[in-house]
Structures are given as C-alpha cells and as structure tokens.
C-alpha cells in the first residue's frame, strides 16, 4: 500500500505568530520538520498549508522539502483529504515538532497492518512533541463525511468506530518538546546549540512588515 507523510503547518499561530519561519538548525523550523519527515518510510512527504495569502510565504519555503498542497485554512481535514489523494496510508505530523524522531515514526507506521488508526498518543507516554499518527485513508474518508470537527484531523480516528492501536514508551515519560511559545523555542533552540533571543526578534520584525 502506499503511503504518504502530511505536516499540517500555518502561519497563524496565536501564542506565537510565524514560528514556523523561525530560524533553527540552519534552517527554519518547518524545514527542519520536513528534514525529519523525509526519513519516514512512507512514499511521499507533502506540507498541507492553508490557501491564505498570509500563507504564501511558508508555501514558498516548504516547497525547498516537499511537495506542496494547499486548502481551507479552518478546514485541516479537507486539507488532509486533498494532501493524500492516490494513497491508502497517511501519517500526520504537525509543524510544530521539530525535534520529533523519524525512527519512533516508522515505528508507529510499521504498526499500522490490521488496523484503521495507529499512535503514540493514545495513551500518551512519549513526551509532547513526539506525536505520530497514521491512519487509513479509507477511514479518514469516513472521518470526512461524518465528523463535525474540522480542525482537529483525528479526534473522529480516534472515538469512532475504528481498530486502533498504540506504541507505548516502556519508560513512560513525561514532559514536552513542542513550540508553542518563547519559550519553547529557546528550549529547542539550546538542543540545537545555537542562541534563540536574536532569531525571536528578527521573526517579530518580518511578520509585522508582512502584515503591514
């Protein structure tokens, strides 16, 4: 079967507007994303991203890692739907996890057989950040015609009635990886080894001479 990896990623991000045009690694932070995703086994890597005009610009750098595929940006679902055309796998991964594993990836990939829905987060024993989920297109079509929510492409997946299964962590931990604020992004920035408070201030300058 074939299947394809889909980074949902937007520009509109409340806590932290931009974040995925951050500088990070050498790259910004959805091409280290991409990066990582190109080392899932699946057939194809495609960046779902909305069809705003404040969108353009991440479309335009995505396009460096993947394919591009734009639609509704309130609508992730039907951006899920139209990202995985020709395909009978798609793993989920969102744009703010650029530290996540392409190894821990495969793994949930290689649980799929047998099942609609495969994760690491149900339950969660990875810390936030590492989140995967690969599902059937065939039921994310259900998941399209049936479900009311959508802007959270799984929630469907993971109440209605589909075989699922999980990858647990045997250790169990705690904690989180994922951007969402300053923070976050100075957290990551000291895994990466390179200064945060610099590259915060330069985003905020680009997003308000785009917005303006």
């Avoid at 500088?23 to 091409?31: A, D, E, S, W, Y």
């Avoid at 590492?130 to 479900?147: G, K, N, P, Q, W």
Wanted: glycine content about 6%.
């Amino acid at each position: 079967m074939k299947s394809v990896c889909v980074v949902q990623a937007r520009m509109g991000s409340t806590r932290l507007p931009g974040k995925v045009l951050l500088p990070l690694n050498g790259r910004t932070v959805i091409g280290e994303v991409l990066t990582r995703c190109a080392r899932i086994k699946t057939d194809d890597l495609v960046c779902a991203v909305p069809d705003t005009p404040e969108n353009d610009i991440l479309a335009v750098k995505a396009a460096q890692y993947s394919r591009v595929v734009r639609g509704p940006e309130r609508d992730v679902l039907t951006r899920y739907v139209m990202a995985s055309m020709g395909f009978d796998v798609v793993m989920r991964i969102t744009a703010d996890c650029p530290l996540l594993c392409p190894e821990l990836c495969n793994t949930v990939l290689a649980a799929l057989p047998g099942y609609d829905y495969a994760s690491n987060v149900e339950p969660r024993t990875f810390p936030q950040g590492f989140d995967c989920e690969v599902f059937t297109r065939r039921a994310l079509l259900i998941a399209d015609r049936d479900s009311e929510e959508r802007e959270h492409v799984t929630t469907f997946l993971r109440s209605g009635p589909f075989k699922r299964t999980n990858v647990e962590n045997p250790w169990k931990l705690d904690g989180r990886v994922t951007l969402d604020t300053e923070d976050d992004y100075r957290v990551i920035c000291a895994a990466f080894g390179h200064e945060p408070y610099e590259c915060v201030e330069r985003s905020r300058g680009l997003r308000a001479e785009r917005v303006a």
